[in-house]
């Protein structure tokens, strides 16, 4: 199945999105390591925090912070996306592979998500960038991979549907475990 | 026609078809997104709503001043310091180790009181709302015992967790009570029960809404002392009488 068009598109601009997120997080981690009393430049708040999040032991799940993970993969997705676009034909392999790495990212990205809520309590904005865009990589890597198959072509149809549901529950979660703190910000 | 016109005929009917058919199941796709989601955002708001009305009642406590202060000394002294602090906060806790001290003293001699204003806004920085119930075990604690009041103080200072962990579990709270000196029946249900964390809600936004923007906030009848150093405590203290 040749790819489409917006499957190029994600993979290149989530690649990007979460390249740049990653990037970002671990340029901060660095500036905390040489100075304690750095601000992250998005620590805006007890909620929207950073810092909160950067320096718990969930950030460096295997003994380095994750972002350096990020780094990594997301420049694996942003080449794919590249060359999907430049019209490259891809083996079937190579996109199981993909969607493998992204099925992990995306277990690993929903342990992050959990602990963020429900065990820090704060939110880190670049994270949530690469929370955002690792949702669609998911859904466009498996589409490419399964979409000849009958039960594939099924997913391939409904997959902004379910993109979209996707989002909904993490966004309300979100908005659930911090609804005081929104609250605060409507007049 | 020619057998390659009706061809072209018939793949252009079947291209319309397709177009038509992908046209109206984008349409079912988008309807059953919108439900769900509409589905989801009820659910969240009822969550949301219901979590918020938690917090619209609660008991009022008889111990504290009218600002939802506990006052430590002579209750109509010239001179009252007031200090707001979140018990989960690091600056609060350096300021009771640099400063309580100093404040206690001045207590003792009947120099001075002191406004001890609990507020809970470092919620997010433990898993377990410690700001709140700590705040609440202070009003806990004054409503059972006044005079256990200061060394609980600063064993709570002295034992605070550390930000973005779990904080000390109710048990721990009522311990620390205890072995500060409260014999009450009602204080391990009163920190249980989280009696007075709608009285510490309300009294964070009060707080907060008369200026205080951050923990400690330290004041000398009224005016907030930038430098909550003993020295800086006393010349302020002086300046005030």
Redesign the interface.
């Known amino acids: 199945m040749k790819p489409a068009r917006a499957t190029a598109w994600v993979l290149t601009v989530g690649g990007f999105l979460g390249l740049l997120a990653a990037l970002a997080l671990t340029i901060e981690r660095i500036e905390l390591l040489q100075d304690a009393s750095y601000v992250p430049s998005c620590s805006l708040n007890?909620?929207l925090?950073c810092g909160?999040v950067m320096?718990?032991e969930q950030a460096a799940l295997f003994g380095f912070p994750n972002p350096i993970i990020g780094i990594v993969a997301f420049t694996v997705v942003l080449v794919t996306g590249v060359l999907t676009l430049a019209r490259i034909a891809l083996p079937h392999w190579y996109w199981l592979g993909l969607t493998l790495g992204t099925l992990l990212g995306a277990v690993f990205v929903h342990w992050l998500i959990y602990e963020s809520l429900?065990?820090?309590?704060?939110l880190c904005p670049y994270c949530m960038v690469v929370w955002a865009v690792t949702m669609p990589i998911l859904v466009v890597a498996l589409s490419q991979l399964v979409g000849n198959s009958r039960v594939g072509g099924l997913f391939v149809?409904?997959r902004?549907?379910i993109l979209?549901?996707w989002y909904?529950?993490v966004i309300?979660a979100i908005?659930?475990r911090f609804?005081?703190?929104w609250?605060t910000l409507v007049p | 026609m020619s057998n390659n016109s009706k061809k072209k005929a018939q793949a252009a009917t079947a291209a319309m078809q397709g177009k038509k058919d992908r046209g109206s199941?984008t349409l079912i796709?988008?309807g059953?997104?919108a439900v769900?989601?509409a589905l989801?955002?009820v659910?969240?708001f009822s969550?949301?709503s219901k979590?918020?009305d938690d917090?619209a009642t609660g008991a009022t406590p008889s111990a504290v001043t009218a600002d939802g202060a506990i006052r430590i000394g002579e209750p109509d002294a010239d001179v009252v310091v007031t200090v707001v602090e979140d018990f989960q906060c690091p600056a609060c806790k350096q300021f009771e180790a640099l400063s309580g001290d100093t404040l206690s003293e001045l207590t003792a001699d009947n120099t001075i009181a002191v406004d001890y204003t609990p507020i809970s806004?470092?919620?997010?920085?433990?898993?377990t709302n410690y700001s709140t119930r700590a705040a609440n075990a202070g009003i806990c604690v004054a409503e059972a015992d006044m005079a256990a009041w200061p060394s609980w103080h600063e064993a709570m200072f002295a034992q605070q967790p550390a930000?973005?962990g779990a904080g000390l579990s109710d048990d721990e709270l009522i311990a620390i009570a205890e072995t500060a000196g409260v014999d009450s029946s009602e204080l391990a249900s009163c920190i249980t029960d989280g009696s007075y964390n709608d009285f510490v809600a309300t009294t964070t936004q009060t707080v907060l809404e008369s200026g205080v923007t951050g923990t400690p906030t330290v004041s000398v009848n009224g005016t907030v002392v930038a430098n909550p150093s003993p020295d800086g405590l006393r010349t302020a203290i002086a300046d005030a009488k």
Do not use: F, H, M
């Open positions: 007890p909620v925090s909160t320096t718990t429900y065990v820090i309590g704060a149809e409904w902004w549907t979209a549901v909904a529950v309300a908005g659930i609804s005081d703190y609250a | 199941r796709q988008l059953v997104a769900l989601i989801i955002a659910i969240g969550i949301a979590n918020s917090t806004i470092l919620d997010r920085a433990s898993s930000e973005g």
